[in-house]
């Protein structure tokens, strides 16, 4: 059954191949950027079927031997290798179950990572600076791009609201399972008792709209240009170089004021407006995906409580899998690889189950 349907994903492979190599596809560059992805995501799947094929293939030329041969090492030497291969076999089946699994079509591109200060305050602003320290050391040791586009800053510290651009490979794929409330405990630097406080900040993550996925009519954008009031230097904060964009139909506004150019602000102000309108779209496809499944990992909704960072106790707890380390400093220094993995595992468990796939 698993090698029928890699087979015809093989075929497929190749026919892509084939069409991306053709003039007349190369000329339309919406069909091209499509196929060339779709080529991108068969070409893992194709490598564990190959790979497969050839394990199955030694297999029964191992226990060929073991039926046939008589000499007692070239038995023992075909046991040897009958037994590793046997225990590739079930690993490399899960992997291949999971590369079979419909992909999310966001998972690929670029995103919006937006941090804001919830309820506690100052401590709220110092903890949402925190997590921007997080997200911005995780994305450095993924060697990803982090731009940031907009932010207030706290009146203590940290932030009231930032937002950062994260280019890179699969970014969104990997930020998604971020988008929650986050929540801290621990003795604010403004409290005088020693008692501790429980603060949130709210992360949304977005998969940033690339060229062809909205049509933007300029008629429906007021732009606003204004001086910036954030660090950069005179040049900067005296020109009237910040963009301010507002899409009349919906009500999103949008800023950007972190370029000296008033054209890179504005170009980084329209990539944000059409992520943020693509994503009016695109919450009613996870609203559609959390009403299906009972235990959703990545879930749109923003205002559900993902994870505690717990200082006393030095613990970190992800509620939506029970997820508890002791790890506080390296988690909150940018070692969160390993949450992202367990939701990831977690997640790809409730779609195989999903799929009726055991």
């Not at 790979?51 to 030497?77: C, F, G, P, Q, V």
């Not at 490979?169 to 409290?191: D, I, M, N």
């Not at 949130?200 to 009519?217: G, N, R, S």
Request: proline share 3%; charged share 30%; net charge negative.
């Amino acid at each position: 059954m698993i090698l029928d349907k890699l087979e015809g994903v093989k075929l497929r492979f190749e026919e892509v191949g084939q069409l991306i190599t053709d003039p007349a596809i190369i000329s339309d560059m919406k069909r091209y950027v499509k196929l060339n992805k779709e080529y991108k995501d068969l070409e893992p799947l194709v490598e564990a079927y190959e790979k497969y094929k050839n394990i199955l293939s030694n297999i029964k030329s191992a226990k060929d031997i073991l039926a046939t041969e008589k000499d007692e090492e070239m038995r023992e030497m075909a046991k040897m290798e009958l037994d590793e291969l046997e225990g590739q076999v079930s690993p490399l089946e899960e992997e291949i179950k999971i590369l079979l699994l419909p992909k999310d079509p966001e998972d690929d591109k670029n995103a919006i990572l937006e941090i804001r200060a919830g309820t506690g305050g100052d401590e709220a602003s110092i903890f949402a600076g925190d997590l921007f320290k997080m997200y911005t050391h995780f994305c450095e040791s993924k060697k990803w791009k982090v731009e940031v586009t907009n932010l207030s800053e706290g009146t203590v510290g940290g932030y009231k609201e930032i937002v950062m651009k994260v280019s890179g490979a699969g970014v969104y794929g990997v930020l998604k399972y971020e988008s929650g409330v986050h929540r801290v405990q621990r003795v604010p630097q403004t409290e005088t008792q020693g008692r501790v406080h429980t603060s949130a900040a709210t992360v949304a993550v977005l998969p940033e709209a690339e060229e062809f996925d909205v049509e933007l009519k300029q008629e429906d954008i007021k732009r606003d240009e204004y001086c910036s009031s954030g660090p950069g230097g005179q040049s900067v904060n005296t020109t009237y170089s910040a963009i301010r964009l507002t899409h009349i139909p919906s009500g999103i506004v949008v800023t950007c004021q972190y370029q000296k150019s008033k054209l890179k602000n504005l170009d980084k102000a329209m990539k944000e407006l059409k992520t943020r309108l693509y994503n009016l779209e695109y919450q009613k496809y996870m609203d559609e995906i959390a009403s299906k499944r009972k235990t959703m990992v990545s879930t749109g909704d923003r205002s559900a409580k993902i994870r505690t960072y717990n200082y006393p106790q030095g613990r970190v707890t992800d509620h939506r899998i029970n997820l508890t380390l002791y790890n506080l400093p390296a988690i909150i220094g940018g070692d969160i690889l390993e949450i992202i993995d367990q939701l990831q595992m977690a997640e790809n468990a409730e779609r195989l189950k999903e799929a009726g796939v055991e």
